[in-house]
């Protein structure tokens, strides 16, 4: 009996072992560096990825020496390839006999941080030791629909629509500044008296240096100065030292407004800002990914006790709920 012609390869199954080299190239910006991490010889990494365009049909990556970018196939392929590996993963935790969770969990976060929640993410992964965490800390904002990130911290006073949102935290940004500035340069009475001022700015979307400051009743006001930073304690650091007039959250804040070290100017400037968690839409988590997400939220209600309102919760594109009530104004001196 004559053997069974072999199967058009264009029909075959994709192979998780390639669509894993797949990912980790484009992780890694390199077929030397993802080969070395996946901890194969080089070669074949690059026969598996071969087979892979073989069985598609198309070309995912452009490969030279020096340089490895993702073609329209790729960019189509690695977000479906990122979740497909996650529901495998996914259905090998549900049936291992030890019920431990894990896998790779990949998060953006801002550059700076607080130490409690370094301390946070400490204990998370000493309470889930087969969890493996991705922190990258930087000032772009990354695009979750891409696949790359699971989760994404981000801080401003709207965000994304098409995402989850589960806000941690709400404040107030208002302007304010050192007695020893206001008596050295005036007390501004009106927006349009910025232009004479120095202002300590931060970065539009964590790009761009800042040049509008919001208004209570909608519309900017354009600003300039020596500083302009991410780092919301350098900030604070730079009003107290007298360097300009910050925009920075009240809540930051409040201990040097009630004894006098900062002043608030200008109280028609200011917007509503929140701190919030991150994530696409996928109908699909994986637990880990979700055990993080539920930890971070009762993290975030105790350490943010009193400074937020009592539920996080989650939303797609809905308008936050009020911010907190001011803190009392600082007494008379």
């Not at 931060?202 to 209570?216: D, F, I, M, N, V």
């Not at 909608?218 to 350098?234: A, E, I, K, S, Y």
């Not at 800002?273 to 994530?279: H, R």
């Amino acid at each position: 009996m004559p053997s069974a012609p072999p199967p058009d390869a264009h029909n075959a199954p994709l192979d998780t072992a390639e669509l894993t080299a797949f990912l980790q190239s484009v992780d890694a910006g390199s077929l030397s560096r993802a080969a070395a991490e996946l901890g194969l010889p080089r070669a074949t990494l690059s026969r598996r990825l071969d087979r892979l365009e073989e069985r598609l049909g198309v070309r995912l990556l452009r490969r030279t020496t020096r340089s490895l970018a993702m073609t329209a196939a790729g960019e189509a392929l690695y977000p479906r390839a990122r979740h497909a590996l996650e529901v495998l993963r996914e259905t090998e935790a549900a049936i291992h006999p030890d019920g431990e969770l894990r896998g790779t969990i990949r998060i953006s976060v801002p550059p700076m941080q607080a130490g409690g929640f370094q301390a946070f993410l400490c204990s998370f992964l000493a309470d889930h030791p087969r969890i493996r965490l991705e922190v990258s800390a930087g000032t772009p904002m990354v695009d979750l629909q891409d696949g790359r990130f699971d989760l994404a911290l981000r801080a401003g006073p709207s965000l994304d629509p098409g995402l989850i949102s589960r806000t941690l935290f709400r404040s107030r940004q208002i302007a304010v500044a050192a007695p020893g500035y206001l008596a050295a340069h005036g007390t501004p009475t009106r927006t349009a008296d910025l232009s004479g001022h120095r202002c300590l700015t931060g970065y539009a979307r964590g790009e761009l240096p800042a040049r509008h400051w919001p208004l209570t009743g909608g519309g900017v006001v354009r600003v300039d100065g020596p500083l302009t930073t991410n780092d919301l304690q350098l900030l604070r650091r730079a009003a107290l030292d007298g360097r300009g007039i910050g925009l920075l959250p009240e809540q930051l804040i409040a201990g040097d407004l009630a004894a006098g070290r900062l002043c608030h100017v200008l109280p028609e400037i200011g917007s509503d800002v929140q701190i919030a968690l991150l994530y696409p839409d996928r109908g699909f988590q994986p637990p880990a990914v979700r055990a993080l997400i539920e930890a971070l939220t009762v993290w975030a209600r105790r350490e943010f006790a009193g400074l937020m309102d009592a539920t996080c919760t989650d939303t797609g594109s809905e308008s936050p709920p009020a911010p907190p009530a001011r803190p009392p104004a600082p007494p008379a001196r």
